[in-house]
């Protein structure tokens, strides 16, 4: 079974561009997460998607957004990056998330703004 | 807000030696996870708790769900090379009413490092 697949694996790019992530969850998995972990830092909770609707976000501004289409898969929008937005961001999926289940994590998009 | 604080920051041990790490908070939480993060790759889950004073094993690994639900550890028994990474404890975040928050609130992480 294939796992939570995140894409691009990098990307690069500079002051005040917009970036886009891509997220595909485990298959069967209703709900995806996104979390940025900073260097030295520990994860953030950015986001919360399921069944195509945002249920919850984190401390972070509104330049920060994304989606859920209705194959479950996500995006993660950041618009008018800044430096400080350099970051491993993480997605993670689980199955729907009032039964309390546990998240699974991708590998990653690393993220820098040069 | 809800916190939780895991200790050690890093420990530096001998290959074979056990390992014991834990999380503690002042607030109550109903689950507690611990993840592996290996550089590079994202959080891997290796032991999920459920109810308090539960243990539970994964191979070398031992974790226990806290009686008083605040707390929980993080056991490995006879380290090798590969358990090098960061280990985080994890925990759901819960509304009054039992409603979810959707997010996993995350300990500060305990870097291992093993050395053969």
């Known amino acids: 079974e294939a796992g939570v697949t995140q894409s691009p694996t990098h990307l690069i790019k500079t002051r005040g561009q917009q970036a886009t992530l891509r997220c595909s969850p485990i298959?069967?998995?209703?709900?995806v997460y996104w979390y940025q972990q900073a260097l030295g830092l520990g994860l953030q909770f950015l986001l919360w998607?399921?069944?195509?609707?945002?249920?919850n976000r984190g401390n972070f501004p509104p330049r920060f957004s994304g989606r859920q289409f209705p194959n479950y898969s996500s995006e993660l929008n950041v618009n008018a990056l800044e430096l400080e937005d350099s970051a491993l961001y993480l997605c993670?999926?689980?199955?729907?998330?009032?039964?309390?289940?546990?998240?699974?994590f991708g590998d990653g998009t690393r993220l820098s703004i040069l | 807000g809800q916190q939780l604080n895991q200790s050690p920051q890093s420990m530096f041990i001998q290959e074979g030696e056990d390992v014991s790490m834990n999380c503690t908070s002042s607030?109550?939480?109903?689950?507690w996870l611990w993840y592996k993060q290996d550089p590079g790759e994202g959080p891997v889950l290796l032991i999920a708790?459920?109810?308090?004073?539960e243990l539970t094993s994964n191979g070398r690994l031992t974790a226990q769900f806290g009686i008083t639900r605040k707390d929980s550890f993080l056991n490995i028994s006879a380290s090798i090379p590969s358990d090098v990474g960061i280990y985080f404890c994890?925990?759901?975040?819960?509304?009054?009413?039992?409603?979810?928050?959707?997010?996993?609130?995350f300990g500060q992480g305990t870097i291992l490092t093993v050395h053969p």
């Open positions: 993670a999926s689980s199955f729907q998330d009032r039964f309390n289940q546990p998240q699974h």
């Open positions: 298959s069967g998995h209703t709900s």
């Open positions: 998607y399921d069944e195509g609707e945002e249920r």
């Open positions: 607030s109550i939480f109903n689950t």
């Open positions: 708790l459920y109810k308090a004073g």
């Open positions: 994890a925990a759901p975040t819960f509304n009054a009413g039992g409603t979810s928050y959707g997010k996993l609130t």
